[in-house]
């Protein structure tokens, strides 16, 4: 059955080689002009941080608030391998609740590459702070929700330290392994995006062939189902598909961030996280941000048409006052003796 799938799959690719070709290039693009960017200084700065910092541990509180704003700032999978050395660490509605709220994208990417693509900047960070909020309240949600369904187990000692936490190394000796690690992570972030990016390509080539008419009707459905596969690339086809970017729209695809993420987040997770519920806490947090993000434009409705001077100013001090609300409620949570999940 594996050899005959592998075939038929084979067949297709060379069938539809053009496609599959584009579909590639575009992918490559976008991981070397946006992810790669992004994702490999912050992948070296963890690693780092790890080999550094040998044996010594942080308070709980500190542990888990440093990771949640580093995942802020470097977004997924860096943060999926930042929680992946702390995540044994944790209790099982710890574990996800913290899978929830640092599966965040690249504020680069919604601020940036989003922003410059839509000329829409200052909507751009309040799809940024619904991006984020979202996040914290889905880990918040998940975190009550399994400690209902299953009650936290009586603390036990500490489980021994992985190999690579053990001994502290030098800046210097330190260094050549981080740089190595993250390069060789970021080939599989780069697998994974060709991957989704060529398997939405050969079903709209596929549609396309079977059914041209109504491929041509459906434009905007068939952008959408390229971003829940692969959001990169699927980003620019919605905005494509649509006549006015649909903000919360792309919030809540960026929110779920695709099967591509989905599989970039595993291959650090491994075993620690089951991958059908992360799955589930991807859509949770796709769900919840499309509402959040609904109700700021709403309340800021400003964001989506020409910005006046007055009202661009206005709108950036509100997004911002939201995001300076949001850190503080995070800088609180050490103070907490409960802050630990």
């Keep these: 059955m594996g050899n005959t799938a592998m075939i038929v799959l084979a067949a297709l690719f060379i069938l539809f080689s053009p496609q599959v070709m584009a579909a590639a290039t575009t992918a490559a693009q976008v991981f070397v002009s946006g992810v790669l960017p992004a994702l490999f200084p912050m992948m070296i700065l963890n690693g780092l941080s790890v080999a550094l910092k040998g044996e010594q541990r942080d308070a709980p509180g500190r542990e888990i608030l440093t990771t949640i704003l580093f995942a802020f700032a470097a977004g997924s999978p860096a943060s999926a391998q930042r929680l992946t050395g702390i995540a044994y660490r944790l209790t099982r509605p ?3 609740a913290m899978a929830a709220a640092t599966g965040v994208m690249s ?10 693509h839509t000329g829409q900047h200052h909507a751009s960070w309040i799809m940024l702070t619904a991006h984020w909020l979202s996040a914290l309240l889905t880990g918040w949600g998940c975190r009550v929700w399994l400690q209902r369904t299953a009650p936290l187990p009586k603390p036990t000692k500490d489980e021994p330290l992985p190999p690579q936490e053990g001994k502290q190394l030098s800046l210097a000796a330190a260094l050549p392994g981080a740089v190595s690690a993250a390069a060789q992570a970021l080939l599989s972030v780069c697998g994974a995006m060709m991957l989704f ?3 939405a390509c050969l079903l709209k080539a596929m549609l396309a062939l079977l059914f041209p008419g109504w491929v041509a009707a459906n434009a905007k459905l068939l952008s959408i189902v390229w971003a829940l596969m692969e959001i990169g690339g699927g980003s620019f086809a919605v905005l494509d598909a649509f006549h006015a970017p649909p903000f919360a729209l792309l919030c809540a695809l960026c ?6 993420i989905w599989l970039q987040n595993l291959l650090f997770f491994q075993n620690r996280i089951n991958p059908a519920k992360l799955l589930l806490i991807r859509g949770l947090h796709g769900v919840t941000a499309y509402g959040l993000c609904t109700l700021l434009f709403r309340l800021f409705p400003q964001a989506q048409a020409a910005f006046s001077p007055q009202g661009a100013s206005i709108l950036f001090c509100s997004s911002r006052a939201l995001i300076l609300t949001a850190a503080l409620a995070l800088l609180c949570l050490p103070n907490r003796r409960r802050s630990c999940p």
Excluded: E
């Excluded at 990417?109 to 922003?115: D, E, H, K, R």
């Excluded at 929110?255 to 591509?260: D, H, R, W």
């Design 94 to 96: 710890g574990r996800y």
């Design 107 to 116: 504020p680069m990417f919604i601020v940036g590459t989003l922003a410059v």
């Design 197 to 199: 990016s060529i398997v």
């Design 255 to 260: 929110s779920f961030g695709g099967l591509s």
